[in-house]
């Protein structure tokens, strides 16, 4: 109810101010309320994209030997994904409204194709992602949500702030998942900017990933094993400071007001002379329902540029220690709550070749190489590969192989230059990932999941109104 009262009284309030403005212009009104009102308005803007998304994800299983089994249907979905943007100018240079909602809906769906629903670029027929219970049926739901609808606040050059639903933009622990559009917390935040140093505050009380329609509680719980405990409203601080010579630091910490785990990072990002970036980073998380003892990744991060060319370096080592209970190698994600969808963290990794990669023990390595063609006339046409590799992990269950896993990828994309689809973009992604243990989908190894071929085709078309 409150959640609905809050959207509700957001748009009213904006279609009055924009009802009400010609007829208190016709008054005699202070010239400052009408400049604020023309601020409000002028400098606003209105924008949105209209998206297609389709992808056949193949996984192969295990028999009783732990061989491999034939692939067989994952995913399978085709998806349209449409939002709509509004973002005002600032009355007295102090206070605007930022308003983003958005629709998906399924072409094809996957469950409708032997397939599973859990696509996430459409709505779960589910309250949250605690507890199986909170599925009203294990299909996508087509439907109409809101990513954000925030006031946001500027005082002077120095303070900026948000409050409502938001995503968090000043420095803390805190992210958010994406599917083309981002999660959302409710909450508020707020910003402190003195040159180089940068101050940040976050506190949420719910979250919704963007495959749910509304907000939910912070949990322990999981999918499969219930809600778990409410463990309260979420908060975070932070700080990044830029030295003279462009180097920055990032360091930030989180907790909950009614739960133990805690989160933190430390992050460090410059580039040289030659035009390298580098940029070690170590995540961290407290959680002893989940973790024996405090769980660490480090990361390398590097990239450059030469060129047409463009290549990236990373690595990741990661320690996260399973609860005894679990009977299974543990594995590192960087939220504040266990499960996957309950919130999510500012993790700068993003590989995009199935797994993780961050099981107890696993050291992984990745790289990336692609090409523009403009140089030689394919304005806007940019291609390349990838590879991920990692090992390490291994399990106390008896008769288990140490957990070697690694993915190719081939990827392609071309920005369109003319005509009416005019800085439309069309992507292709294709991954084939292997894992060379014989354990089962998430059994000894939590996060890990067989062979797999896995395709995307994305078509996105930006617009503006204003």
């Given at each position: ?16 101010g ?29 924008s ?35 939002n ?9 240079n ?14 094809w769906a996957?469950?409708?194709t ?8 459409n ?52 992210g ?16 402190l ?138 594995n ?107 354990a ?11 062979d ?5 085709l ?9």
């Amino acid at each position: 109810m409150e959640s609905k009262f809050f959207k509700v009284s957001a748009l009213t309030a904006a279609m009055l101010g924009a009802v009400a403005m010609p007829a208190m212009a016709q008054q005699d009104v202070p010239q400052d309320i009408i400049d604020n009102e023309i601020a409000f308005f002028s400098e606003s803007k209105i924008s949105g994209n209209v998206n297609y998304f389709m992808r056949a994800r193949d996984r192969a299983g295990k028999d009783d030997q732990g061989n491999d089994t034939s692939k067989v249907t994952n995913l399978d979905h085709g998806s349209v994904f449409a939002n709509l943007g509004f973002n005002s100018g600032y009355i007295a240079n102090t206070v605007g409204l930022d308003l983003v909602v958005y629709s998906t809906f399924d072409m094809w769906a996957g469950e409708d194709t032997g397939g599973s629903f859990e696509h996430e670029m459409n709505f779960f027929d589910c309250d949250s992602p605690y507890g199986a219970t909170s599925c009203d049926s294990y299909k996508t739901d087509n439907g109409v949500s809101y990513s954000t609808a925030n006031l946001k606040f500027k005082f002077g050059e120095n303070v900026n702030a948000k409050l409502g639903y938001f995503q968090p933009s000043v420095p803390s622990t805190l992210g958010v998942n994406w599917s083309f559009a981002p999660g959302t917390y409710r909450g508020g935040e707020v910003g402190l900017n003195f040159g180089d140093l940068a101050l940040g505050a976050v506190f949420a009380d719910e979250y919704k990933a963007p495959w749910f329609k509304d907000t939910y509680k912070f949990n322990d719980g999981s999918f499969w094993g219930g809600a778990g405990k409410d463990v309260g409203e979420i908060y975070s601080v932070g700080a990044r400071y830029t030295l003279a010579n462009g180097v920055s630091i990032d360091a930030a910490f989180g907790g909950l007001t009614d739960g133990d785990r805690k989160n933190a990072h430390i992050k460090v990002k410059g580039t040289t002379e030659g035009g390298l970036y580098w940029s070690p980073q170590v995540y961290m998380i407290d959680d002893k329902n989940q973790y024996d003892d405090t769980a660490f990744q480090l990361a390398f991060l590097s990239s450059f540029a030469s060129g047409p060319y463009s290549f990236r370096a990373e690595t990741t080592y990661t320690m996260a220690d399973s609860t005894e209970k679990r009977n299974t190698v543990g594995n590192f994600a960087y939220r504040l709550t266990e499960q996957y969808g309950g919130s999510n963290g500012a993790y700068d990794i993003w590989w995009n070749n199935r797994s993780d990669y961050n099981h107890d023990g696993e050291l992984a390595l990745f790289g990336s190489m692609s090409r523009d063609f403009a140089d030689i006339g394919a304005t806007g046409l940019n291609a390349g590969i990838s590879a991920a590799y990692g090992f390490g992990a291994k399990s106390e269950q008896a008769g288990i192989d140490e957990l070697k896993e690694y993915a190719f990828s081939v990827f392609t994309n071309y920005a369109i230059q003319t005509g009416a689809l005019k800085d439309a973009n069309i992507s292709m992604y294709y991954t084939q990932y292997y894992n060379d243990t014989n354990a089962g989908d998430w059994g000894a190894y939590s996060n890990g999941f067989n062979d797999e071929t896995d395709f995307k085709l994305i078509l996105t078309m930006p617009f503006g109104i204003k």
